[in-house]
C-alpha cells in the first residue's frame, strides 16, 4: 500500500508540472492572439497603425544572449553555495562532502558554459550586423 501512496504522489508532482507548463504556454498564445486581434480590428476599421504601434504589440523581441547570461551567473553563483552545503553536512557525515564539491564544481562549469555561449551569440549577432556571418558556421 506504501509504494502506491508514493506513485501516487509522484504522478501527482508530475502532471502538476505538466499543468503549469501547458498553462504558460496557453497564456503566451492567447496573449499574442489578443496582440493580432487588436491590430485586425484597427485596419478594418480604416486606422493605419503607425510602426511604433505595431512595434509594441508584435515586437517581442528576444535577445537570447541576455537570456544566457542571466542563467549563467545564477547557476554560476549557486555553485558556492552547493559547496557550503558540502561543508556543511561534511561536518557531520564526512564522506557527502567530496560528492557534493562535485557537483558545485559541475554546476559551476555550467554556468561557465552557459557564460560563454552567451558571449559567442553576441560575437554571432555582432559579425552578422557587419555582415561577416561566415565567420560562425
Known sequence: MENGIFGLAAFGFWMFIAAVSVGGIWDGVRKREAEHETLRRM????????????????GHKKDPAR??????????????GLAF???????????????????????????????????????????????NSSDFR
Not at 537570456?67 to 555553485?79: C, E, M, S, T
Not at 558571449?119 to 555582415?131: K, S
Request: glycine share 12%; no cysteine; hydrophobic share 55%.
Open 43 to 58: 485596419i478594418e476599421s480604416g486606422k493605419t497603425p503607425d510602426q511604433e504601434l505595431v512595434d509594441k504589440l508584435l
Open 67 to 80: 537570456d544566457l547570461k542571466v542563467a549563467g551567473l545564477i547557476v554560476i553563483f549557486v555553485a558556492p
Open 85 to 131: 552545503m558540502g561543508w556543511l553536512i561534511g561536518l557531520s557525515e564526512p564522506s557527502a562532502l567530496m560528492p557534493l564539491f562535485g557537483v558545485a564544481g559541475l554546476v559551476g562549469f555550467i554556468g561557465t558554459g552557459l557564460l560563454v555561449a552567451a558571449r559567442f551569440l553576441e560575437r554571432a549577432h555582432e559579425a552578422d550586423a557587419a555582415g
